[in-house]
């Protein structure tokens, strides 16, 4: 029987739909939530936050802070420190994700020293995070040897990256920012700043004196009944929870 013949056999559309039905029947069950037991792995994962399955490698959890109503994609790495260092129990937070932030599947953190994202950050698939590099200085030691150099990385309040972007260690991205896909960057973004290229570099910016620059080619058009921004001194004070 041909490939395309096996395919259309009745055994095999009902032994796929079979594997289908179990794979969607794992994944939800597999799911972890902020009620769930293990979510006291982590340091704190707060109300309404939700981890896909199947997850990616997670080490040393209880440097991780998860803030409320978030959601972590399947196959995210989660790592604090290399895979044989152990910090001590009560270590402070290493990884802190904050509230309704998205982090898209297959996105990796690596971390030891400081990775931060402030509140309603938006982080597409295949997202790379690190806070430390290998150097190289020494021309005879291997490079995976060398002593391992890092510098914090904090990502701003409302800020979108693209899919395979790359954060690297020292890097400070303001609020409001859009960092492209594929873009590679380091170093201090201001807020509300456009990031595209390797390395990255700023094609595009807002500010209250000038709006953006360069100007948009063509206007944004708002749908009728989605929200729109309130400038700070406008917004009504939130009431404490």
Known sequence: MSRSGQLN?????????????????????????WQHPLARRYGSMGEGSYQAFPPGDCTNPHTIHIGRNCFIGAGVTL????PTEVYAPDHGPVIEIGDRTTVGKNCWFVARHSIVLEDDVMIAPNVYF?????????????????????KPVRVGAGTWIATNAVILPGTTI???????????????????????????????????????????????????????????ELREPETPA
């Open 9 to 33: 056999s009745p055994f095999h559309q009902w032994t796929t739909t079979m594997v289908n039905r179990v794979w969607s029947f794992v994944r939800t069950r597999g799911a972890v939530n």
């Open 79 to 82: 790592a604090v420190g290399m």
């Open 130 to 150: 690190t806070d430390h590099n290998h150097t190289y200085a020494d021309p005879w030691l291997p490079v995976g040897q060398q002593v391992i150099q890092g």
């Open 174 to 232: 303001g609020a409001n920012c859009t960092i492209a896909a594929g873009a590679v960057v380091r170093g201090d973004i201001p807020d509300h700043s456009v990031v595209a290229g390797v390395p990255g570099r700023i094609v595009r910016r807002w500010t209250r004196a000038d709006g953006w620059q360069p100007p948009f080619t063509e206007p944004i058009g708002v749908v009728e009944g989605w929200p729109v921004g309130v400038p700070p």
